[in-house]
T-cell receptor, first 113, second 114 residues
């Protein structure tokens, strides 16, 4: 069964460093999403992406965040200058169409020191 | 804007007993509603969803949920709990005709007692 994959599974970085989280969505899906889950808190929507542009973003998704689909398979989330409060589990998701079921990857646990 | 409230951060039931996980939502437009399950160290797996049509929806692993508009609820049930059901359960909502990001509840940790 097709699934969303994410790399790395864990990332440790120093405050102020740039990180790139990578996702490979399900191959025929057209809509892509990033969510985060701070430890002990609920899953929060960050951004959705369709047709090579952001379709929706939350208040969390400020200028330090960016997303990109650099090729036909990868979907990335970049955090330009990490802060301690960026430590969280980051989930990528994809759906075949808008309003379709979102399938989630296993997540990347980011720890900012 | 929409929101989701899950009553009870932890629910404990005996193996074989009824499972009831509560979810209430608020949405200014007709919602799409979802239940996801998260096993330890894994991603979110869709259990079931409601978009339109029949208000009682059946999902995987014997779970079902009923959309009750008058009560703004979408409670998750399973007649007989199994040890393998122990996990974190998340209710989520998205506006049916608007933005597509999911709004999640805080989650309910389901504990199954032998």
């Amino acid at each position: 069964e097709p699934e969303v994959t994410q790399t790395p599974s864990h990332q440790v970085t120093q405050m102020g460093q740039e990180v790139i989280l990578r996702c490979v969505p399900i191959s025929n899906h057209l809509y892509f999403y990033w969510y985060r889950q701070i430890l002990g808190q609920k899953v929060e929507f960050l951004v959705s992406f369709y047709n090579n542009e952001i379709s929706e973003k939350s208040e969390i998704f400020d200028d330090q965040f960016s997303v990109e689909r650099p090729d036909g398979s990868n979907f990335t989330l970049k955090i330009r200058s990490t802060k301690l409060e960026d430590s969280a589990m980051y989930f990528c998701a994809s759906s075949e169409r808008g309003k379709g079921t979102q399938y989630f990857g296993p997540g990347t646990r980011l720890l900012v020191l | 804007a929409q929101s989701v409230t899950q009553l009870g951060s932890h629910v404990s039931v005996s193996e074989g007993a009824l499972v009831l996980l509560r979810c209430n939502y608020s949405s200014s437009v007709p919602p799409y509603l979802f239940w996801y399950v998260q096993y330890p160290n894994q991603g979110l797996q869709l259990l079931l969803k409601y978009t339109t049509g029949a208000t009682l929806v059946k999902g995987i692993n014997g779970f079902e949920a009923e959309f009750k508009k008058s009560e703004t609820s979408f409670h998750l049930t399973k007649p007989s709990a199994h040890m393998s059901d122990a996990a974190e359960y998340f209710c989520a909502v998205t506006p049916g005709g608007g933005a597509d990001g999911l709004t999640f509840g805080k989650g309910t940790h389901l504990i199954i007692q032998p």
